[in-house]
């Protein structure tokens, strides 16, 4: 029951249209709103998705009985004649779980509504685990997850540090010492759910596009802790690339001089900003000195990306005293500085509103993304 993370739509149409295929689309268009605006009519979501009435009707009567959707009544605004029953989702009729698994020494894990909301937190420790006790680490978390929530689960999403590919196969991640692991099919296996593995900073990035502030522009999450990677939404879709490593700036080589950096070369961004290795440094010598260089060298790294695709925000997602200040300042000068006005204007670069929890709630979006279509 494994299924392929949200990837980008295809530009070309391709194979044939089936009706289940459609039905699935309208009903992914019908949530999509209610998640988004909230309750509305049966006519204000004919309206807003251009599906005739009938459609509509025979949609949400589908999903009141499948208890995802619920009728609401009236609104308190009365009208001349019978005012429109509302409908909408129903946050708890099922709930997800999400697994972050890019936090240093544990692995954290939560029980969310279909609104993004923690319902419920547990983790593990991970004491020094890695590969296949990892593993096991991972199924005893999730176990224990799904037993904290009495309502039916509609499937679990991690996020994993290193480049995971579209079937949930972590190809490589070091500090866990996994290669080629298929963690979805295995997990989807033993808890006989659906499950969606994808990188960490990808998962950050659903996590800010669907429930943080982001806004409809290009976005790029910068996830700074043990490692450093980035995920980015586009156009609406995420960015997967060619072999499933887009975002991974954190191993582009920025200072040949260098420190060496886990991946075994020397230089690379992570071995700036990586939050270890920023933390020692700072407690060496000028922090604010040391954390506007790094900002600079930063900003200077990612003007190309920036240039290149026109993006809308720019967030940082890690500890914010290290994130927020002079970093952030430096590199958003160094952004100005180095890229068009039409590339900067309007350019924003924050950190994240949604703090320790992104991969967790992006996590949950893979599941709302791959099991309802919306996100
Ligand atoms: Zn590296």
Redesign the pocket.
Known sequence: MTSSAPVGRPLRPHGKLLQEDTRRHHRSLLLQQLLREGPASRADLSRTTGLTRVTVSDLVGELVSAGLVEELGAPAVTRVGKPPTLVGLAPDSSHVIAIDLSVSGRMTGAVLNLTGQVRARHEVALEGAHGDDAVALVHRLAHELIAMTERPVLGVGVGSPGVVDAEGVVIDAPNLAWRDMPLAAGLAEDLDLPVFVANDANTAALGEHTFGDAGEGGLMVLLVGTGVGAGLVLEGSLLHGHTGAAGEI??VVVDPEGER???G?IG?L?TLLAVPRLRRRIAEGDPVAHLTCVGEQLGAALAPVVGTLNLHELLLSGPVDLLDGPLREAAERVLRDRTMPVSSTGLVVRTSILGDDVVLVGAAVLVLAGQLGVS
């Open positions: 954190g191993h950096c886990a991946c070369r690379c992570e």
